[in-house]
């Protein structure tokens, strides 16, 4: 079995409507070990953040961050997401109530078995 760190997205600026940053590969699983969002725009933000299983929507079901306000130039750690794990297949989703304001970097662990 490996575990591989990867950079799951380099400095994304979400969109206003859950977009796909980040998939987990074929046979494989993700820990995600860091999620943080940077408010670049001059205005408060919010943030809904989504770890999505395979042939899963972004939902109620599977927020972890919903709703959060971030404050210009703030950086919020997204704790929520930390420690979670998702299946081949499955995807980090996330959102903005406008677009291009907030960045998201994170990175993680693949296990390959």
């Known amino acids: 079995m490996q575990r591989l760190p990867k950079r799951l997205t380099d400095g994304a600026q979400l969109t206003a409507v859950a977009a796909v940053y980040a998939t987990v590969p074929d046979n494989s699983l993700l ?7 940077t408010n670049t725009s001059a205005t ?13 929507a ?8 919903s709703g959060r306000v971030i404050a210009p130039g703030e950086t919020f750690n997204v704790s929520g997401a930390i420690g979670q794990t998702l299946g081949a297949g499955g995807t980090v989703q996330a959102l903005s109530d406008a677009a291009t ?5 994170a990175s993680g662990y693949v296990t390959i078995p």
């Open 58 to 65: 972004a939902g109620v079901s599977n927020v972890v961050c």
């Open 31 to 37: 820990t995600i070990s860091a999620m943080s969002v």
């Open 44 to 56: 408060p933000r919010l943030l809904t953040v989504y770890l999505v299983p395979l042939a899963g």
């Open 101 to 105: 304001a907030l960045t998201l970097v």
